[in-house]
């Protein structure tokens, strides 16, 4: 398994192009905004671009949706259906946010309707990519219809904005809940092996030991409340 990571967007997301190293398909979890870049990459490395695998609906994850299928019109769309109410307002998250109209254009998030799913995803589901697997669960919490990626032989687990180094993601936004989220976690994160690497929306890297050790929201010692502004 070959990942390659871009940072992308005012609120540092990590895009992330894996691929199978033996048959050269791929897929891109997350494309948080245009990025020339990115589909340079993924033409230049000649990988077969299977689908767009967005891990929620939040615009620094979805942003660049558009104009990467534009690029890959082949490439599946794929997220989970209870993410819909954000998928679909794209265009207006920014408002949401606080960031007014005159402000979008400078940050670069005038956004135009993200482009129709090609299907939905579900718990339980394994996508296979090449000689690659991903399970799919879904995590409700940061958002209704947060899903994570597991790829068990690889020893790899893609958590989108669920799971952060050292902390989680925040619940106040629309659809959050904190309690949900640290249940999604347990359920789905810490039933894994420590060995895993886990591959955040955002910051770095880290593994399932760590974060089942030193995470203070899931070692109990912290107090109920949001966890950064992811
Ligand atoms: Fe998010």
Redesign the pocket.
Known sequence: MLIETFVLTPFQQNTRVVSCEKTRKAICIDPGEKSDELVEFINGNDLDLQAIILT?G?L??IGGTGDLSRSFPDAEILLHEEEMYLYDALPQQPLFMGIQPDQMRAMGMEYEPAPRPTRFLTHGEVLRVGNLKFEVRHCPG??RGHIMLVAKDERAVFT??CLFSGTI??TD?PGGDFDQLIDSIRANVLSLGDDFTVYC?HGPETTIGRERTSNPFLAGTHEKRSGNP?
């Open positions: 929620h939040h620094d994850h940061h958002t989108g904005d993601g925040r936004l929306g992811f």
